[in-house]
């Protein structure tokens, strides 16, 4: 109004102002009618459903009334979006008219319009959110195809959005990848321009590969993989990606590059124990991300997408593998056992090259990507350049990668990278020449000058140079670096990292057999004499089980378990008969020759020393100190088991000296033991090892381990003909059951034998025999009588528990030697039944705990054979139905899920 109280005429007011009171009003009008919906709901009154055709018209009509973005209609915006995609969704599924009358007002339009009136961070946070909403609840191929058409999406996957906000980009990274799951060879016409020619989605996302961001690294990485995928059966986009993937790969390359020299220098970095957990975790994202890398860069290569594959392949094996990772490992004479870092690894000046990494984590990396590639040219192009030396660039350094791209090239076209070296040179080299691999930019890759004909001469020229030398030469030498490196004396991480990069070369489908041949890596062929094998080789690998095995060395016990696995490898041969006789499948005749026989003879001498000196001292320190050692004994034997090669090379705690500070989750098997509990586990352990070793050599089945074995199988849910057992027990067993603990009573029959406690229920449909319920191992078995209840027994099942951590204990944890399993009561039908139970349990458990004591002694040679006690089992006369006496049986709880007991 004006001063003097009269209504102002809108018509001369300025332009600014009737636009702002008009949007105004629209405004007013959409949240008036809102109100008035949400007023007639809560008096009762009728309203329109929210998930219906009549709210997205009225949701239109808003969104027509409020086309501009203001300070003041943002909220009412991003509301309206959000029922906008409610609805939408909820119509694909249930109502087809819904989706259509969006597609009819082209609804998709105001997410485009809305942009570009450069809405900030909250509006596109919205509009990304609720594209991407859209994108992953839709799957009607129609509403896809409709939602896609346009060119909406890449109007919005082009639009300039302020990366700085980190929700901005997180949603814009997240919408992508959500269409990139929509892409089919159908759908690729929608983001693909052929006449431009360019492709957004693809285009835009690749910018991110090496965001700072693991979360956007990772998308970007799925992305990608579903545009390859898509892209394998159309051409127009086949022959697109051909064109530009090769400066993306070149790129990419050269960050896993840098970030294995950021590894190395974060290994070689930490200073002291204050910085252990610091760099431990440093390394935990190095490796994790080296992982994640090589399995992404392995699944580009499994699409079988040709050109891709050989774009990539040469790539890594030019630019990574061999330059950066094989020549560590190729060129290391001496080696510093705590840095890892090689001698030749320093220049004319002393100065070391600009891209070189250390030989630990060059045997590390190496292994993981062996483990990760099965393509056979890289896999056999770097197999070849470890083991026989055939990548030898003579006099050229690691930067001329022409020569080993040519290589590559030769092993793709002819498949045949060991043939005879001067009739492979001739032949790629008139292959070469229409097959030439060309990349576009990146650092990793340096343009040939004087064109790819000089290129080729060059590589000929060297390919020449290696070919002059022998075989037989090259193989020797390659052979003896791997050989120097297996040596644990200072400490087992170069070891470790060795004897893996064997173990996966020998896994790897893609190696070719020749080349395992010719490096001495291959299983002994049935009939093979004694010795065959590479002498060298094996003498190192009992060399590594030897220091292992000592209880004093900085040593781990995933290196003596790995030690052992290669060795068997090697020098057992399975026989013909193998197939149809299950003893010698399980027992293969060992080719070692009598010299490794003796010294593998005198490892076990020596971990059965250890061990009895270790039990020996228990003995000496207490009554009960003999049991403590039984019961640590019995929980380190179904412990102890073969090394996982993938879970080991899957912690950073493998490339660190070893250590007995306990870093992170990491496993006993991977550091050091530490205090007397963990060092006479580690004992223990090396025993059980050393053993099978020693079984395997001398072809003998385990028959003393576990102690006291049964001599008649027993499980649950096998049928017991009740009425071969002498003594049986009825009584009712009380306990609680469940998550919600409730108390529930059952009736069974109590067997109690010289190995285990036992309850049977009765079957109904045939008398005389009952099921096995619950088993139980006697030794584990606590009884006591109620002062209460003179027919009742309280008993309770438990088993060892493992060496609480220091870290749980810093943590308040309560640490007890034993881990309950079951308590129950056990109410029998009268007082003497009640005492004969008892008596049975704990007669039998004495029983039991002295003659495993006789037998670990006697396993020691501490004692003769002790005679049999003269206390026969009760029921030794029980018979199970298909079980033979030899079988096994676990000494464990065996429980029905279904049931308390």
Not at 137 to 145: D, G, K, L, V
Not at 164 to 189: C, R
Not at 604 to 633: C, I, K, P, T, W
Request: charged residues 25%; contains cysteine; glycine residues 6%.
């Amino acid at each position: 109004k004006h001063p003097a109280g009269q209504p102002t005429d809108a018509a001369h007011l300025p332009s600014d102002a009737r636009r702002l009171i008009g949007q105004r009003r629209c405004c007013c009008r959409g949240l008036a009618r809102r109100m008035f919906a949400r007023l007639q709901e809560a008096l009762g009154g009728k309203q329109k459903k929210r998930l219906s055709l009549g709210e997205l018209k009225a949701l239109n009509a808003v969104m027509e009334e409020n086309e501009t973005v203001e300070d003041f209609n943002q909220n009412l915006i991003v509301e309206s979006l959000r029922s906008i995609a409610e609805i939408v969704i909820w119509g694909d599924q249930n109502d087809p008219k819904v989706f259509e009358y969006f597609l009819e007002k082209n609804m998709i339009a105001y997410f485009d319009k809305f942009l570009g009136q450069g809405a900030g961070a909250f509006i596109n946070t919205q509009l990304l959110q609720t594209l991407m909403m859209i994108l992953d609840n839709i799957n009607t191929p129609t509403s896809i195809w409709f939602l896609l058409s346009k060119n909406h999406m890449n109007s919005i996957i082009t639009h300039k959005f302020d990366f700085q906000e980190e929700e901005v980009l997180a949603y814009y990274i997240s919408f992508m990848k959500s269409l990139s799951m929509k892409l089919t060879s159908d759908t690729l016409l929608f983001f693909h321009n052929e006449h431009l020619p360019d492709f957004p989605l693809y285009s835009e996302a690749v910018k991110f590969f090496n965001h700072k961001e693991s979360m956007v690294r990772v998308a970007v990485r799925t992305l990608t993989l579903q545009v390859f995928k898509a892209a394998l059966h159309n051409e127009s986009t086949a022959e697109f990606l051909c064109r530009k993937v090769p400066e993306y790969f070149s790129n990419l390359v050269w960050v896993v590059g840098n970030r294995s020299i950021a590894m190395d220098a974060c290994l070689r970095g930490g200073d002291g124990e204050a910085t252990a957990a610091s760099q431990l975790g440093q390394l935990e994202a190095h490796v994790a991300e080296h992982l994640d890398l090589f399995c992404y860069m392995s699944d580009v290569i499994m699409l079988n997408f040709k050109e891709l594959t050989r774009h990539l392949s040469v790539q890594l094996v030019d630019s990574l593998f061999i330059p950066l990772y094989v020549h560590c490992i190729t060129w290391s004479a001496e080696v510093d056992p705590t840095s890892g870092k090689s001698t030749k690894d320093v220049g004319a000046e002393g100065h070391e090259a600009d891209r070189s990494i250390g030989l630990v984590v060059a045997l590390y990396l190496t292994a993981q990507m062996l483990l990760t590639f099965d393509h056979p040219p890289v896999v056999n192009t770097v197999a070849g350049a470890i083991l026989l030396g055939k990548a030898d660039l003579g006099e050229q350094q690691p930067g001329d990668i022409e020569t080993l791209s040519f290589g590559l090239r030769q092993m793709m076209i002819e498949g045949d990278r060991l043939a005879d070296a001067s009739a492979a040179a001739s032949k790629a080299a008139a292959a070469a020449a229409g097959n030439a691999v060309v990349t576009e930019g990146g650092p990793a890759v340096e343009a040939a000058s004087d064109g790819l004909a000089a290129h080729d001469q060059r590589a000929r020229a060297s390919s020449r140079s290696v070919s002059d030398r022998p075989d037989a030469e090259c193989r020797k030498e390659a052979l003896a670096r791997l050989v120097r490196l297996l040596d644990p004396t200072e400490n087992d991480v170069i070891a470790l990292q060795t004897m893996v990069l064997l173990h996966a070369v020998m896994k790897n489908q893609g190696t070719y057999g020749r080349i395992l041949t010719a490096a001495g890596l291959v299983r002994p062929e049935p009939g093979a004499v004694v010795g065959s094998y590479d002498v060298d080789l094996v003498s190192a690998l009992l060399w590594v089980i030897e220091v292992t095995t000592r209880a004093d060395q900085c040593a781990r016990l995933c290196t003596l378990s790995l030690a052992i696995q290669l060795t068997q490898v090697l020098t057992l041969a399975p026989t013909d008969e193998a197939e149809e006789d299950p003893i010698l499948l399980a027992n293969p005749p060992c080719l070692l020759t009598p010299e490794h026989r003796s010294l593998v003879q005198q490892v076990y001498d020596f971990a059965v020393a250890q061990l009895s000196q270790l039990y020996g001292r228990y003995a000496e320190s207490g009554r009960d100190a003999r049991g403590q050692f039984l019961d640590v004994f019995e929980l380190e034997v179904k412990r102890v088991k073969a090394v996982k090669v993938p879970l080991l090379m899957s912690q950073a705690s493998v490339l660190l000296v070893p250590s007995s500070v306990e870093r992170g989750n990491m496993d006993f098997e991977w550091r050091l033991p530490e205090g007397g509990e963990e060092v006479a586990r580690r004992v223990m352990q090396t025993f059980f090892y050393v053993r099978r070793l020693w079984l395997k050599v001398n072809r003998q089945p385990e028959t003393q381990l576990p102690l006291r074995k049964p001599q008649i199988p027993l499980a649950v849910r096998d049928s017991v003909d009740m009425s071969m057992v002498k003594d049986l027990i009825a009584c009712s067993v009380v306990s609680r059951t469940g998550k919600s603990k409730q108390l529930l009573q059952v009736r069974r029959f109590m067997m109690v034998d010289s190995w285990r406690l036992s309850l049977l229920e009765a079957q109904t449909d045939k008398p005389g025999y009952g099921f096995v319920r619950f088993v139980a191992d006697l030794n584990n078995v606590i009884a006591c009588p109620e002062t209460h209840n003179t027919r009742a027994l309280s008993i309770v099942i438990r088993q060892p528990s493992p060496v609480v951590s220091r870290s749980a204990s810093a943590a308040g944890k309560k640490q007890t030697g034993h881990q309950v399993i079951f308590s129950g009561r056990f109410v029998f039908d009268d007082h003497i039944r009640c005492v004969a139970a008892l008596q049975y349990l704990e007669r039998g458990r004495a029983t039991l705990r002295k003659e495993k004591i006789s037998e670990l002694e006697t396993l020691l040679g501490m004692s003769k054979q002790a005679d049999r006690n003269p206390m026969e089992p009760a029921l030794s006369q029980l018979q199970v139905p298909g079980k033979e006496p030899e079988g096994d049986t676990d000494s464990a709880i065996l429980a029905e899920p279904d049931s308390p007991i």
